[in-house]
């Protein structure tokens, strides 16, 4: 699988994976999902089992309106242009039990709710080096662990491809991704 990489904020800080055969890249296709209510009501109903069972809410719009306002306030986050913005306050370890740091280490950054239930929005990621992320994809996780559901699981997939890809392509940081983006 061949795949391009998109400078989101021009400066380096934030990449985004464009993979083969799409034409815009992982995160601006991500974000457009969210803040599509018709996507964001087929998703609910199909997956208003776990939304009851994990959040206690039934109400479908109500999870469309919070899930609106979490992209939004996601987006604005991880689209600050400040040079002073800290990617690494918003990425964790995509591995809850991981103690230390690892070559392009799997991250994920978690929408911010200001009341109510916690995000289930996610944004998945490799760490480049401090501060400097590439975003491999998104999910709206609303089950305890990636591995319950095939949306979430493919996401897994994909943080792991872009890894595994990165790896043989002689990819360990920033640098190394730049070299790559110029042979392509």
């Not at 939004?72 to 809850?96: G, K, Q, T, W």
């Not at 911010?112 to 401090?130: F, M, T, V």
Request: glycine fraction near 4%; proline fraction near 1%.
């Amino acid at each position: 699988m061949t795949m391009r990489f998109e400078d989101v904020l021009d400066n380096g800080k934030l990449w985004a994976v464009i993979y083969e055969g799409k034409n815009v890249d992982v995160l601006t296709e991500t974000l457009s999902q969210w803040f599509d209510t018709d996507y964001l009501r087929a998703f609910f109903n199909q997956n208003l089992n776990d939304l009851e069972k994990y959040f206690h809410i039934t109400n479908v719009d109500k999870a469309i309106f919070d899930t609106v306002s979490d992209a939004a306030s996601l987006a604005c986050v991880i689209m600050d242009v400040n040079p002073a913005a800290n990617l690494d306050a918003l990425f964790r370890p995509l591995e809850n039990y991981r103690m230390s740091e690892m070559v392009l280490s799997k991250e994920k950054a978690k929408g911010n709710r200001i009341s109510g239930h916690d995000s289930w929005l996610r944004l998945y990621a490799i760490k480049l080096d401090d501060g400097i992320f590439l975003i491999t994809g998104g999910a709206i996780k609303l089950t305890h662990t990636m591995k319950e559901r095939q949306h979430t699981l493919e996401e897994l997939l994909r943080v792991e491809l872009v890894r595994n890809y990165l790896i043989e392509n002689g990819v360990i940081d920033a640098n190394g991704l730049k070299e790559l983006i110029d042979t392509i």
